[in-house]
């Protein structure tokens, strides 16, 4: 499998695209003015305590207050028995991180359990232990790792320690000497976060997580990536001098490219941009996927559309199940959607076509990086999965809601525009003594009040005894309208 890193930089926006055999699969997009919060750590002020929902308001210095809940504090005490009056109270502060950016109305989503991560470790200071990713599967390989770590840890000195470590996905083959520089990385680090809380009066940031540009090579840059293409060549610079000090491996695959044609449009990568903001994905056989995303959640319907298929109904469903099954799991990483995710599938009869689908659902969600929990079929017949939300998703970076719509994703009818406007001028009949009412509206409304509905008006004026007169407003939206005494 060919792997790619594309990086577009403007004085504006980062755009990161990860290719597989020239398909994209994911896209991350940072703004400078608008840069994400997720991994930053802040020296907060507890703003209110919220004893029946057993969480605070904590102020990080942002628009909106953080939300920290009793489960994300550091606490000798059993879960159960917690009460968050008893660990803080208002005007007291301390440290928390990001763990999702502000959506919407909601604000930051925090932890007192701090994390920080490095090339092939992550260190956290709520955790004694050591762990490896799962996605490390060879056991050899796996307690080579974990012996390595336990003699480079003896040799950390003990106020550079965090209290527990996980090995990366990208440690697997790491030699003695990168473990141990990675973690001299994270013991200046945590010394650092140390002394700059002690120094700064909260709220304030004391620790700011690593561009998008850079995080790539920290988050994306595994052992198949074979080539990072970068179109700046200032950023390129920055990265060949990131890279030489902390990841020495990857520096042989950054390459800048110089070419006068956009490096996105170059590999497909803004045509894919494109359709991942459509709520239609169309399938290669025919069928299609319809994603509409929520606040709650994002629900995915598959349609087998034009596709019939060559034999019976129960090989069309499952072949079109099985092709939106992989399509579905790019799908997710592409739009960077998390939270619950409800798919329906078309009814299978089968019990092998099932289970042939879910096991392809589940292969292609073994490739995303962020973490992904398959929950099962639910009574109705419905899969149900939970992806970890951290970022925003693309169409939250990428889009504004409708101002027509107000986000509804439907507009009134001009049938039921117009019926709401013979209603209007009757209730300002009975307020106005004027003997004509102007009536402002869009086009296809105006449309339907002199055409289908023109003998309402007549009766109307009749009724009223009075003149309507209508004018068409082009600026107007088709909900939009105003009765004007004349």
């Known amino acids: 499998m060919s792997r790619e890193i594309l990086i577009n930089v403007t004085p504006a926006e980062t755009r990161v695209a990860l290719v597989e055999n ?64 008893r660990e803080l109270r ?57 012996v390595l770590l336990e003699e480079s840890l003896d040799e950390l000195p003990e106020q550079q320690r965090p209290s527990g470590f996980i090995l990366r996905t990208a440690a697997e083959g790491a030699s003695g000497e990168d473990i141990r520089a990675d973690l ?13 809380s002690k120094g700064q009066r909260a709220p304030a940031c004391v620790h700011g997580d690593l561009p998008l540009f850079k995080r790539v090579l920290r988050d994306m840059a595994g052992p198949m990536v074979e080539r990072i293409l970068v179109d700046s060549r200032e950023v390129f610079e920055l ?48 069928g299609y996927l319809v994603v509409d995303q929520t606040e709650a959640m994002t629900t995915i319907d598959v349609n087998t559309g034009g596709y019939v298929g060559h034999r019976t109904l129960a090989e069309t469903v499952y072949k079109t199940n099985l092709e939106a099954a992989a399509a579905i799991a790019r799908q997710l990483r592409m739009r960077n959607l998390g939270g619950i995710i409800i798919i329906d599938f078309i009814d299978m009869h089968d019990a092998e076509h099932q289970r042939q689908v879910l096991r392809a659902l589940e292969k292609g969600l073994e490739r995303d990086r962020v973490k992904t929990t398959f929950s099962g079929v639910t009574e109705l017949g419905l899969v149900q999965l939970t992806r970890k ?77 009075r003149t309507i007169e209508f004018r068409v407003e082009s600026v107007y939206s088709q909900e939009q309208f105003d009765i004007i005494p004349v």
């Open 22 to 85: 020239g398909v994209p699969q994911e896209i991350e997009i940072e703004r400078n003015q608008q840069r994400g919060l997720v991994g930053n750590i802040y020296k907060g002020r507890v703003a209110r305590v919220l004893p029946g929902m057993q969480a605070a308001f904590v102020d990080i210095g942002i628009a909106r207050a953080g939300f920290l809940h009793v489960d994300d504090l550091i606490s000798l005490e059993p879960i159960g028995t917690r009460d968050i009056r």
């Open 90 to 146: 208002e005007g007291s502060e301390l440290l928390v991180q990001v763990l999702k950016d502000p959506v919407a109305a909601k604000g930051a989503r925090l932890t007192a359990k701090l994390s920080v991560a490095s090339r092939y470790l992550v260190s956290m200071a709520d955790s004694d232990h050591v762990g490896i990713s799962q996605r490390i599967e060879d056991e050899a390989e796996r307690e080579r790792l974990r």
């Open 184 to 196: 001299a990385f994270l013991g200046r680090l945590w010394s650092h976060l140390q002394d700059a």
């Open 239 to 286: 990265l060949r001098e990131f890279s030489a000090k902390f990841s020495p491996e990857i520096a042989d695959l950054l390459e800048h490219y110089p070419g006068e044609r956009p490096l996105f449009y170059l590999h497909g990568v803004e045509e894919e941009i494109a359709r991942a903001l459509q709520r239609r994905v169309d399938l290669k056989s025919g």
């Open 389 to 465: 939300r951290s970022h925003l998703s693309l169409q939250h970076v990428l889009c504004d809601p409708c101002p027509t719509c107000n986000g509804r994703g439907a507009v009134k009818s001009a049938e039921t525009v117009s019926y709401e406007v013979l209603r209007e001028v009757l209730r300002s009949a009975r307020a106005y003594e004027t003997p004509t009412f102007r009536v402002l509206a869009a086009q296809p409304v105006i449309d339907r009040l002199l055409d289908e509905d023109s003998a309402q008006v007549s009766d109307l004026e009749l009724f009223i005894e």
